[in-house]
């Protein structure tokens, strides 16, 4: 079974911490994504990763950066923090080439800035 | 740009019935696919049915089976004999083929069964 991982479930942090997500796949897959998710926004795409040390920015990538030092690890960084940022963060990967290869989510981190 | 649609935030539906939830998409690609996934209250994405925009039939996997009009520009997906477990946010999304791509989602429909 595929299996992603994410390092929290819920996290709380304050204005200005910086904020690291974790993600781990065991799949060997090529593409891995970070996706935010909103009440009545859906997901929205934030960057994703091809391979390693590549990324490509999302429709919203304002206030994070990305690190793929690993093929297995995709990390979600909040440079500083901010209120609007407070929401369900989640990963996913995927092989790469074909568009009928579905994605694998992770379970999401629930983030909370105070 | 490339867009999906989902017009029904909440849809309700008595169990064993069947229950069918929107999902329209836009592109100018050829190539693409179609997949609904099913959030549970408790977070998880589940994967539940994929379409390719070249299939001639119809994409069916158990009680799920996604209504795909090619001209129309819609996927919808059908649930047969829905079950209390169903209750749920579902997610229509679209991906194209491309190496790399992410999908792209629609907003999602919270479906409810009641007994």
């Known amino acids: 079974d595929v299996k992603v991982t994410q390092s929290s479930r819920y996290l709380v942090k304050r204005t200005g911490e910086k904020v690291f997500l974790e993600c781990v796949q065991d799949?060997?897959?090529?593409?891995m994504f970070w996706y935010r998710q909103d009440p009545g926004l859906g997901l929205r795409l934030i960057y994703f990763?091809?391979?390693?040390?590549?990324?490509e920015k999302g429709d919203i990538p304002e206030g994070y950066s990305v690190s793929r030092e690993k093929k297995e690890r995709f990390s979600l960084i909040l440079e500083s923090a901010s209120t609007n940022q407070t929401s369900m963060y989640l990963c996913?990967?995927?092989?790469?080439?074909?568009?009928?290869?579905?994605?694998?989510f992770g379970p999401g981190t629930r983030l909370t800035v105070t | 740009a490339q867009k999906i649609t989902q017009t029904q935030p909440g849809m309700f539906v008595q169990e064993k019935e069947a229950v069918t939830l929107d999902c329209t998409y836009d592109?100018?690609?050829?190539?693409?696919?179609l997949f609904w996934y099913k959030q549970p209250s408790s977070g998880e994405m589940i994967f539940l049915i994929y379409?390719?925009?070249?299939?001639?039939q119809n994409a069916t996997e158990g009680r799920y089976s996604l209504n795909f009009q090619k001209a129309r520009k819609s996927a919808n997906l059908v649930i047969s004999a829905s079950q209390l477990g169903d209750s749920a946010m579902y997610f229509c999304?679209?991906?194209?083929?491309?190496?790399?791509?992410?999908?792209?989602f629609g907003k999602g429909t919270t479906l409810s069964v009641s007994s």
């Open positions: 990763s091809y391979d390693v040390k590549m990324k």
């Open positions: 799949m060997d897959h090529e593409n």
């Open positions: 996913a990967s995927s092989y790469t080439g074909e568009a009928s290869y579905e994605q694998y």
């Open positions: 379409q390719g925009s070249y299939d001639q």
């Open positions: 999304a679209m991906s194209l083929n491309q190496a790399g791509t992410a999908l792209i």
């Open positions: 592109t100018s690609d050829p190539s693409y696919g």
